[in-house]
């Protein structure tokens, strides 16, 4: 293997901010390393961490890139219920009523992302 993703990176208007909701999003934490008020702000995770870079734009469009969560330890509906609690929006709602689907959800500085069914849900559905 020649290569591995070490960060999704993400431009953001605050970094630390961003970086404190997504810490809270995915159990973890930002780094020891980072303060309010710094540009840059990691939220290390098991395999590529999150970096935020704060840019001077505003998000103008759509993501190009976004993330699907799965959650570990609770269905998606209240995984989805605990985000929208943190501060996430609901942007589109692709929950099906056999269970299936997902909804997509920005974050506080509007960036998508998604949340699938958990393993469980999905296992008890095949």
């Known amino acids: 293997m020649t290569s ?10 605050d970094a630390y901010a961003l970086a404190a909701f997504w810490a809270k999003v995915l159990d973890s934490k930002v780094s020891d390393d980072d303060q309010p008020g710094d540009e840059e702000a990691l939220v290390e ?11 001077p734009e505003a998000k103008a469009v759509k993501n190009r890139i976004h993330l699907d969560l799965q959650p570990q330890d609770r269905t998606r509906d209240e995984e989805i219920e605990r985000l929208l609690g943190l501060g996430a929006t609901l942007l ?4 099906n009523p056999d269970g299936t689907g997902w909804a997509t959800l920005g974050d506080p500085e509007g960036n ?4 699938e069914r958990s393993a469980a849900e999905r296992a008890a559905t095949s």
């Not at 591995?4 to 208007?13: A, F, Y």
């Open 92 to 95: 589109d709602d692709r929950r």
């Open 45 to 55: 995770t098991p395999g590529a961490g999150l970096l935020f870079i704060q840019v």
């Open 4 to 13: 591995l993703v070490r960060h999704v990176t993400i431009d953001c208007s």
């Open 112 to 115: 998508e992302f998604c949340v």
